[in-house]
């Protein structure tokens, strides 16, 4: 195992924080559009989404850090999968205001979210028990993304 390197860990959580940060520059302002469409019932402002991914992005980082450090590695690949679905979302539902495909797009992120935390449970258990508020996160906002293809 790697011994801790608080410069690998930053590194680690900056990028999951900047992969948030770009696709949301890239999507636009979010906060228009949120405002105009049909939403289901237990939607939340939308001042709750920012707040929530940061937080979320940071246990990302956090989390891959810690399989890092073990040194078994193969996991990280996943997890950059998903990453790497998950920049794509707010681009396609926000900037091209594709429902539908954002909806279907959600559905791929659940299911890789859940592999990931369990390829990281194969490594490291704490890694994997980090995300699962981000899995619980990732079933809310399918939940939203397919209620909002229905409804609009």
Same mark, same amino acid.
């Given at each position: 195992m790697k011994k801790f390197s608080l410069t690998d860990l930053l590194i680690f959580i900056i990028t999951a924080e900047l992969t948030g940060?770009? !696709? +949301?520059? #890239?999507?636009?302002d979010f906060s228009v559009l949120y405002s105009q469409i049909?939403? &289901?019932?237990? !939607? &939340? &402002? +939308?001042?709750?989404? &920012?707040?929530?991914w940061g @937080?979320? *992005?940071? #246990?990302?980082? #956090?989390?891959?850090y810690m399989i890092y450090k073990t040194g078994k590695n193969s996991s990280l690949k996943i997890y950059i999968f998903q990453l790497t679905v998950n920049f794509s979302w707010s681009i396609i539902f926000f900037r091209f205001r594709l429902f539908t495909f954002a909806a279907i797009v959600s559905i791929i992120l659940f299911i890789l979210v859940g592999i990931m935390?369990?390829?990281?449970?194969?490594?490291?258990? +704490?890694?994997?028990? $980090?995300? @699962?508020? *981000? $899995?619980?996160?990732s079933t809310f906002a399918t939940y939203l993304s397919i209620g909002i293809c229905i409804l609009n």
């Open positions: 940060a770009v !696709s +949301a520059l #890239i999507a636009g049909i939403k &289901p019932s237990f !939607s &939340p &402002p +939308a001042l709750v989404f &920012p707040v929530t @937080i979320l *992005y940071a #246990i990302m980082g #956090i989390s891959a935390i369990f390829a990281f449970s194969k490594v490291r258990k +704490a890694s994997a028990l $980090l995300n @699962i508020p *981000y $899995l619980l996160w």
